[in-house]
């Protein structure tokens, strides 16, 4: 990409996460050095899809945002919600495609310095390397393209689908859960009709974005830097834009299955609403206190006096719980972010609990892999369909 477009293009996107505080300063650290790796690349396309998912993706996280954050409860004890988006959850989501987008650069610069030394006609001095041949993908090209692709038009799904889907009417269905029971909104591994379509909806929009910036070849222009043989057909384009966004739509059902399985999601007692943890991170589980040990905590942690002031305490906790109503609102005294407060409020039971999902991975690694998983997966079928080998990403 030119540096005349892709400097100013960059500061645009660090100033814009900054001023409208959808990403943190570690964030924008992350996003410029994500926004290099993809501008270094000699097409437009890995960093306008960039650009396409981080607007896309900020413009939907804030659709009834307000609204979304009474929906669950923070892990502090604070509003639900996604507050801005850490250095963690950037490369999370674009780091793959990073990695794809720097080494088709590479094969890209590598071809080009190739053909250039291989010419040896007398009195041949191209004006620029571009001159020996197209740059442009042909049909059966280079698959780490597809995989690019596949990263942005799966992880918009995912975006999609998790800020969408939560606003349905109906509740979520459990699909890691062989009858689909209801789960309450936000948990891992809960789809609703409305996500999926919304997930379907943002994968569409990365690969219509992509086929704007794709330089796909005609047979006129196919040439041997952009890979592959000849050029594409009107119903070959139709195809792949078809099958990218069924890809990405999968790559959201792809995430709802690994976060159903591998990752665990709380939910607090009194509200019943999930605990959503600070930046994607693992919620912590309050344990169960017996009586005995509540005692022994009492005698060791307070004098005699401060032992009357904890039970009364807790005598006033347990008249709280009672005037919590379903929707998770009290009368004011019970302030979830006391942190002086015993796990048990006075009743002797955990405050959090295990909705679903075994504590293996959090929401960070959750789309790592799922991006990973779908991005490799893309350029498998794409290997399978065109008959070029996997190795050929490595050439």
């Known amino acids: 990409m030119k540096p005349i477009i892709a400097i100013p293009a960059t500061l645009f996107l660090c100033y814009r996460a900054y001023s409208h505080k959808s990403l943190t300063p570690g964030g924008i650290f992350a996003a410029f050095l994500t926004a290099i790796a993809h501008a270094v690349h000699p097409w437009n396309l890995p960093f306008a899809l960039l650009v396409v998912f981080f607007l896309a993706g900020t413009r939907v996280t804030k659709v009834k945002k307000d609204y979304k954050a009474t929906l669950t409860v923070g892990s502090q004890g604070t509003a639900g919600g996604e507050g801005p988006r850490n250095h963690v959850q950037v490369l ?19 071809r080009q310095a190739a053909l250039l030394s291989s010419v040896t006609t007398p009195g041949y ?16 090209g280079d698959l780490l393209v597809i995989g690019i692709i596949a990263n942005y ?12 889907g939560i606003l349905a009417r109906s509740e979520p269905r459990l699909i890691t859960s062989p009858t689909l029971r209801k789960v309450p909104r936000g948990t891992n591994g809960g789809v609703t009709l409305l996500g999926l379509a919304a997930g379907l909806s943002g994968s569409m929009i990365i690969v219509a974005a992509s086929m704007f910036f794709l330089p796909l070849c005609t047979d006129e222009t196919a040439g041997k830097l952009g890979g592959g043989a000849r050029g594409w057909s009107a ?24 976060g159903g399985w591998f990752q665990r999601t709380v939910r607090d007692v009194r509200s019943g609403k999930i605990v959503e943890g600070e930046g994607g991170s693992t919620v912590l589980v309050s344990t ?9 905590y009492d005698k060791n942690a307070a004098t005699a006096d401060e032992d009357k002031d904890a ?64 991005s490799f997966g893309a350029m498998g079928v794409a290997s399978w369909y065109w008959n070029v080998p996997m190795h050929q990403i490595f050439d």
């Open 288 to 296: 169960e206190t017996s009586a005995s040990e509540s005692k022994a």
């Open 125 to 140: 001095n191209p004006s620029s390397p571009n001159d020996l041949g197209s740059l442009c993908f042909s049909w059966g």
């Open 92 to 110: 999370a989501n674009s780091v793959v495609a990073s990695v794809f987008s720097i080494m088709h650069g590479y094969q890209l610069r590598r």
């Open 311 to 374: 039970t009364a305490k807790d005598e006033a906790a347990v008249e709280e719980d009672d005037s919590v109503d379903k929707t998770g609102a009290s009368d004011g005294k019970y302030d979830a972010r006391d942190k002086h407060r015993r796990p048990s409020f006075g009743d002797e039971k955990p405050s959090r609990v295990v909705e679903n999902g075994w504590d293996l991975l959090d929401n960070n690694d959750v789309n790592f892999l799922m991006a990973f998983i779908m």
């Open 153 to 164: 038009a799966c992880v918009a799904a995912d975006t999609f689908s998790s800020e969408l």
């Open 235 to 258: 119903n070959e384009r139709r195809m792949l834009m078809l099958g990218l966004a069924i890809w990405g739509a999968l790559g959201s059902l792809m995430d709802s299955f690994l």
